[in-house]
């Protein structure tokens, strides 16, 4: 066992430690990278909702707010042909790809979009955890209620997905593990040599690279959660920015998010306890990977409130 690990000291397991490394920097960056923008259709594939087999189309009267948005954003010429609707399963907004690479970028928009008011909500068709859900339930009427988003609440989700497809921030998201994986290789590869790690116990040398890895994990982690939180919080600065029907959109928005987290909090049990807190936003342990939206929905209700003083 002690021979196989001292053949890394060699020149030639040297280089088969650097190529391997590099491999996996690639592999890293490719998993990111990949699918944002060469493989984007497959992606969409993947995630949209369908119906015989085929991939459900926004109804016009969504699109159509979707492009009121881009006019409000003065998002002209080319830059509005490269984004793609399509419709996604669930009830969150989701967006990939980047309008800054000519592969665009697709959002997908909930189907419970479409509904307008409690009558069009499809109420055989829409499942929680795979069961029926009890409309009839406080929790139920309260799934209902928070799943209809007025044009306002809607255009403001629109203009916050928008500006983080225009964003270049997305691109840093590309290259931080590439910039971990080089990182944990570089120090490991400096102390082995300074330090002789090559000469001590494997136990030693274990706990040394898992400290490293584990090291080099958590500045992946703070860069990409500090990076995305960033972007989020930017988005609803521009989002506030185009007036007030976004801003009164806004609190809606959020407000609504909230309210529907709560619901399927109780709806689903034990398990929704695992995935929201009593306040509607995601359970989280160590990592913030999103803003929460109770603190999104405050810097809405801030804007608003300052919109009423100044008026």
Known sequence: MASRI???????GRKFSFYGVSFLGLAAFSAKFL??????????????????????????????RFEQVLVDMQIKGDHKELFKLFTINGFD?????????????????PK??????????EKDVIQVNLKRVPWETPAGATLQESIIMSPQAQKYGFACQIFMSRSWLVYLGYFYPIVAVAFAYSVSYHCNRRLQLFSRKVGVRGTFYAVISLFSFG??????????????????KNACDLGPDYIKGGVEFYSKILNRNIALRELLGNQGKKIFTALGNEQTLIRQKHLPITVRKSYTEKRLKELSTSG
């Not at 001292?6 to 030639?12: G, H, I, L, R, V």
């Not at 989701?94 to 928009?109: E, K, L, N, Y």
């Not at 703070?222 to 989020?232: G, I, R, S």
Request: hydrophobic share 35%.
């Open 219 to 236: 500045l992946w982690a703070l860069a990409t959660d500090l990076t995305t939180t960033t972007c989020e919080s930017k988005a609803d």
């Open 35 to 64: 699918p944002n923008t060469y493989l984007l259709e497959q992606y969409q594939n993947m995630v949209q909702m369908y119906s015989l087999g085929e991939g459900l189309r926004v109804p016009s009267k969504v699109t159509d």
């Open 112 to 121: 419970s979009y479409s509904y307008d008011t409690n009558e069009d909500v």
């Open 93 to 109: 907004l989701f967006c990939a790809g980047t309008v800054q690479a000519r592969t665009g970028s697709i959002i997908g928009i």
């Open 6 to 12: 001292s053949w890394f000291a060699t020149e030639n």
